[in-house]
T-cell receptor, first 114, second 114 residues
Framework: QQQVKQSPQSLIVQKGGISIINCAYE??????FPWYQQFPGKGPALLIA?????SEKKEGRFTISFNKSAKQFSLHIMDSQPGDSATYFC?????????????FGTGTRLLVSP | NAGVTQTPKFQVLKTGQSMTLQCAQD?????MSWYRQDPGMGLRLIHY???????DQGEVPNGYNVSRSTTEDFPLRLLSAAPSQTSVYFC?????????????FGDGTRLSIL
């Protein structure tokens, strides 16, 4: 019940296209859903996050869509650029617990071709 | 502007050897944590700390020890290295607080156990 399932494992998108990465969770107590971006040789960095009281959050070219009833959320990267090539992790946590342990998905390696 | 600093960046050990992975943060964050990242498995929590003198186990604690004597430092000790501990290790820190505080990750230690 603590798992976060992420798909696809890898994704190739042409420059200017839309990249879509999907995640699903089981634990309805999760109330915070961040996405992390990781470049080779670097640690993950917070990209965008959403709480389940909203269905969508947009920051620049990055949008999270959230479907509470389906227990699914997705990351959309509009006008994908070669600089977006990285590994993306979704995650979930419960913010009413002290440490707020993050449960991570298994990651999606995105390649944006020029 | 250092953030979270991990040393060493790379290490090769022989089975049975012990070593300490260092982690330091200069943001005065109360919470610190260690993750391991393995292909196809995302990031898994090893140990975490909510303040100096307070540590607890995460999802995969076996074979690892931690201590937190200062707010800044959170070393991870491998007691007797095993090939299964070959991984990339990330340290993270975040501010204590209500709601969603972002995790700040270091750039990782790449550890190989022969």
């Amino acid at each position: 019940q603590q798992q976060v399932k992420q798909s696809p494992q890898s994704l190739i998108v042409q420059k200017g296209g839309i990249s879509i990465i999907n995640c699903a969770y089981e634990n309805t107590a999760f109330d915070y859903f961040p996405w992390y971006q990781q470049f080779p040789g670097k640690g993950p960095a917070l990209l965008i996050a959403i709480r389940p009281d909203v269905s969508e959050k947009k920051e620049g070219r990055f949008t999270i869509s959230f479907n509470k009833s389906a227990k699914q959320f997705s990351l959309h990267i509009m006008d994908s650029q070669p600089g977006d090539s990285a590994t993306y992790f979704c995650a979930a946590s419960m913010t009413n617990t002290g440490f707020q342990k993050l449960v991570f998905g298994t990651g999606t390696r995105l390649l944006v071709s020029p | 502007n250092a953030g979270v600093t991990q040393t060493p960046k790379f290490q090769v050990l022989k089975t049975g050897q012990s070593m300490t992975l260092q982690c330091a943060q200069d943001m005065n964050h109360e919470y610190m944590s260690w993750y391991r990242q393995d292909p196809g498995m995302g990031l898994r929590l090893i140990h975490y700390s909510v303040g100096a003198g307070i540590t607890d186990q995460g999802e995969v604690p076996n074979g690892y020890n931690v201590s937190r004597s200062t707010t800044e430092d959170f070393p991870l000790r491998l007691l007797s290295a095993a090939p299964s501990q070959t991984s990339v290790y990330f340290c993270a820190s975040r501010r204590q607080g209500v709601g969603n505080q972002p995790q700040h990750f270091g750039d990782g230690t790449r550890l190989s156990i022969l």
